[in-house]
C-alpha cells in the first residue's frame, strides 16, 4: 500500500530564504505526482505536476523535483516571500488512477 | 477564470439526518474526485468518476455513502444517515484526461452534531 510522507510538518523562515520541501513515498510504481498549496479555509491549488517520465518541472520561483528510485521528492522555493505562507501538499497518483495525499507542511514566511 | 463549485459552503445538522453535497465541475473536464479532510487523517480519495461512470469508490463507506453523476455538469455526495464522525471538510476536485492537472473546489465544511 503507497504511503506518502512529507517532513517537516512546519515549518518557519524568514523572508528572502530559499527553502525545500520534502515528500516521500513508499512504492516507486507511481504515474505522477503533483504538489498543491492549500491557503487557509480554502480548497487546493496544482503548483506542479510531474509525470513518472519527467525528472523535474519549474514555474516561476518553484521548482519541484522527481526521484522515483528512491522514492522522493523536492519541492524548492527561491526567495520566499510572505505570501507564500500556506500548506504545501504532494499527491502521488498510481496508474490505477488511486490518488495518495501527504499530510503537509505548514510553511509559514516571516517578514 | 473557469472553476469548480461546491454547495453549500457549510452545512451543520444533527446525526442521523441525510446530507447531500453537491459539485459542478470545469465544463469540459471529464474526471471528477470527491475527498475528505480530517486533521487527524489528512486529504483521503473518497470516489471518482470518468466521463460520468465510478472507477473507484473504495475509500467511501458503502453503508452510509453514495456518490453520483446524474449528468456531466453535477456530481452528488449523499451520506445517510449521518454519523458524528463524519464531520470534516469534503472537496470535489475535476480534471481532464488521465494523470492531469486536478482543480478543487473550496470545499463543503459539515459538522454532524
Known amino acids: 500500500k503507497q504511503e506518502v510522507t512529507q517532513i517537516p510538518a512546519a515549518l518557519s523562515v524568514p523572508e528572502g530564504e530559499n527553502l525545500v520541501l520534502n515528500c516521500s513515498f513508499t512504492d516507486s510504481a507511481i504515474y505522477n505526482l503533483q504538489w498543491f498549496r492549500q491557503d487557509p479555509g480554502k480548497g487546493l491549488t496544482s503548483l506542479l505536476l510531474?509525470?513518472?517520465?519527467?525528472r523535474e518541472q519549474t514555474s516561476g520561483r518553484l521548482n519541484a523535483s522527481l526521484d522515483k528510485s528512491s522514492g522522493r521528492s523536492t519541492l524548492y522555493i527561491a526567495a520566499s516571500q510572505p505570501g507564500d505562507s500556506a500548506t504545501y501538499l504532494c499527491d502521488v497518483g498510481g496508474s490505477q488512477g488511486n490518488l495518495i495525499f501527504g499530510k503537509g507542511t505548514k510553511l509559514s514566511v516571516k517578514p | 477564470d473557469a472553476r469548480v463549485t461546491q454547495t453549500p459552503r457549510d452545512k451543520v445538522t444533527e446525526m442521523g439526518q441525510e446530507v447531500t453535497m453537491r459539485c459542478q465541475p470545469i465544463l469540459g473536464h471529464n474526471t471528477v474526485f470527491w475527498y475528505r479532510q480530517t486533521m487527524m487523517q489528512g486529504l483521503e480519495l473518497l470516489a471518482y468518476?470518468?466521463?460520468?461512470?465510478?472507477?473507484?469508490d473504495s475509500g467511501m463507506p458503502k453503508d452510509r455513502f453514495s456518490a453520483e453523476m446524474p449528468d456531466a455538469t453535477l456530481a452528488t455526495l449523499k451520506i445517510q444517515p449521518s454519523e458524528p464522525r463524519d464531520s470534516a471538510v469534503y472537496f470535489c476536485?475535476?480534471?481532464?484526461?488521465?494523470?492531469?492537472?486536478?482543480?478543487f473546489g473550496d470545499g463543503t465544511r459539515l459538522s454532524i452534531l
Open positions: 510531474i509525470q513518472s517520465s519527467q
Open positions: 468518476f470518468r466521463n460520468r461512470a465510478p472507477l473507484d
Open positions: 476536485a475535476s480534471g481532464s484526461g488521465t494523470g492531469g492537472t486536478q482543480h
